[in-house]
């Protein structure tokens, strides 16, 4: 069983940034975090939870039309931690910001309905 715990959210002046962080513990069978497709998505209020970026066991990175340019997937397999670094944001980046992964698949996608396990997720709130 994989678990999943983000951290850094907080609260930003639109233009600032923010680096999220989600560290996994546990495992399935046979596999290691690095082999783990990993995935950021977001829910603001009143609104359906959105991808945001993905990154695969092969550093192959995917990122929404909204955030590319501003947001950069990273991760470090020695630590079993994936990183959101988080630029330029704008009050429209306020949201539920949850990590997610595929336990049972090795491609990263943008499709959440293809993630089976999920942190809690952090809020990040950007200020105009």
């Known amino acids: 069983q994989v678990q999943l715990v983000e951290s850094g959210g907080g609260l930003v002046q639109a233009g600032g940034s923010l680096r999220l962080s989600c560290a996994a513990s546990?495992?399935?069978?046979?596999?290691?975090?690095?082999?783990?497709?990993m995935g950021w998505f977001r829910q603001a209020p009143g609104k359906e939870r959105e991808f945001v970026a993905a990154?695969?066991?092969?550093?192959?990175?995917y990122y929404a039309d909204s955030v590319k340019g501003r947001f950069t997937i990273s991760r470090d397999n020695a630590k079993n931690t994936v990183y959101l670094q988080m630029n330029s944001l704008k009050p429209e980046d306020t949201a539920v910001y949850y990590c997610?992964?595929?336990?049972?698949?090795?491609?990263?996608?943008?499709?959440?309905?293809?993630?089976?396990?999920w942190g809690q997720g952090t809020q990040v709130t950007v200020s105009s």
């Open positions: 546990g495992r399935t069978s046979g596999r290691t975090f690095s082999s783990y497709p």
């Open positions: 997610a992964t595929k336990t049972a698949g090795y491609r990263a996608t943008t499709i959440q309905t293809e993630y089976d396990c």
């Open positions: 990154i695969s066991w092969s550093l192959s990175t």
